[in-house]
């Protein structure tokens, strides 16, 4: 999903995340949801890399200029765009194996925010100020990250979403920006006719928060705002290699899907990985 307005890394990490999808599961639709605004034709390389990667573009109006706020409808709108079966995977996320579908049973599979186990849940306190202002109950453990999902497209899915998409919209009707997340959460805990997964952390290792998950990890999940604050993954320097050489580095990509290692070479912690990667297993 992309909802592109200024030079940000948005689309670099959506080709990366594609190139590695590609790899992975080589038989994949992989569909990308733009805006109204977006003009991927500014970006010749990008596009093209995309392009070959045999992706499909699809174009959905939103009515937001903002383009936070039109990639917020965009994803509270996926079970009617998609209407079928679908990954959705955040641009920041690195899919490193592949990917199978969860059991047809479930409606919805979703991934914990942070890894955070029950034990160290904690609602964070603009979410809960958000809640105390609309009126919603807080959510409860798990709470989820919205950056990985697996749905069935059914009738229920789509109620789930309606119902998140009219929380958000009651939000930003108040002036509240509480993004996507927090009203699906309310809405997983609102809607109890649901049936749903809560994969476990290697769908969703988010190593800058918990660290050991890249061990065990199927989709690296490196928050896009680290970019610009650390230099220690490989998702910094393939970024860094499209946005000032303008080359996607093929070599980077391959070592990552062999090694498994999402740390830039050199540092502690791509020295120490191959070596926690074995203990993760040895207590699994």
Same mark, same amino acid.
């Given at each position: 999903?992309? #909802?592109?307005?200024?030079?940000?890394?948005?689309? @670099?990490? %959506?080709?990366?995340?594609?190139?590695?999808?590609?790899? %992975? %599961?080589?038989?994949?639709?992989?569909?990308?949801?733009?805006?109204?605004?977006?003009?991927?034709? =500014?970006?010749?390389?990008?596009?093209?890399?995309?392009?070959?990667? @045999?992706?499909?573009?699809?174009?959905?109006?939103? *009515? /937001?200029?903002?383009?936070?706020?039109?990639?917020?409808?965009? =994803?509270?709108?996926?079970?009617?765009?998609?209407?079928?079966?679908?990954? /959705?995977?955040?641009?920041?996320?690195?899919?490193?194996? #592949?990917?199978?579908?969860?059991?047809?049973?479930?409606?919805?599979?979703?991934?914990?925010?942070?890894?955070? +186990?029950?034990?160290? /849940?904690?609602?964070?306190?603009? $979410?809960? +100020?958000?809640?105390?202002? &609309?009126?919603?109950? =807080?959510?409860?453990?798990?709470?989820?990250?919205? !950056?990985?999902?697996?749905? +069935?497209? +059914?009738?229920?899915?789509?109620?789930?979403?309606?119902?998140?998409?009219?929380?958000?919209?009651?939000?930003?009707? $108040? !002036?509240?920006?509480? !993004?996507? @997340?927090?009203?699906?959460?309310?809405? &997983?805990?609102? /809607?109890? =006719?649901?049936?749903?997964?809560?994969?476990?952390?290697?769908?969703?290792?988010?190593?800058?928060?918990?660290?050991?998950?890249?061990?065990?990890?199927?989709?690296?999940?490196?928050?896009?705002?680290?970019?610009?604050?650390?230099?220690?993954?490989?998702?910094?320097?393939?970024?860094? *290699?499209?946005?000032?050489?303008? %080359?996607?580095?093929?070599?980077?990509?391959?070592?990552?899907?062999?090694?498994?290692?999402?740390?830039?070479?050199?540092?502690? $912690?791509?020295?120490?990985?191959?070596?926690?990667?074995?203990?993760?297993?040895?207590?699994?």
């Amino acid at each position: 999903m992309l #909802s592109l307005r200024e030079d940000d890394v948005f689309l @670099q990490m %959506t080709v990366i995340s594609a190139t590695l999808l590609r790899k %992975t %599961t080589p038989k994949c639709k992989i569909v990308i949801l733009i805006d109204e605004h977006t003009e991927l034709n =500014k970006y010749p390389l990008e596009y093209q890399l995309l392009l070959d990667l @045999q992706v499909e573009v699809v174009t959905i109006p939103t *009515g /937001y200029s903002n383009c936070v706020l039109s990639s917020r409808f965009i =994803k509270l709108s996926l079970p009617y765009i998609i209407n079928e079966k679908f990954w /959705y995977l955040d641009a920041d996320t690195l899919p490193i194996v #592949s990917v199978v579908d969860p059991e047809v049973i479930w409606d919805i599979a979703m991934v914990r925010d942070l890894n955070m +186990n029950r034990s160290h /849940y904690l609602l964070g306190e603009s $979410r809960s +100020n958000n809640c105390d202002v &609309m009126g919603w109950p =807080k959510p409860k453990y798990p709470y989820y990250n919205s !950056g990985v999902i697996f749905a +069935n497209c +059914n009738s229920r899915v789509k109620d789930l979403f309606d119902h998140a998409k009219d929380l958000w919209l009651s939000a930003l009707e $108040r !002036g509240v920006n509480c !993004g996507d @997340q927090l009203p699906l959460n309310i809405a &997983m805990q609102n /809607y109890t =006719k649901i049936s749903s997964l809560l994969l476990d952390d290697s769908f969703n290792a988010q190593i800058r928060a918990s660290p050991s998950s890249a061990y065990t990890a199927k989709i690296l999940h490196i928050f896009s705002d680290s970019i610009e604050k650390h230099n220690d993954t490989v998702l910094h320097t393939l970024v860094s *290699g499209l946005r000032e050489q303008s %080359t996607l580095r093929s070599d980077i990509i391959d070592t990552l899907l062999t090694s498994k290692n999402p740390w830039v070479k050199g540092s502690n $912690r791509a020295r120490l990985f191959p070596i926690r990667r074995l203990l993760s297993k040895l207590t699994c």
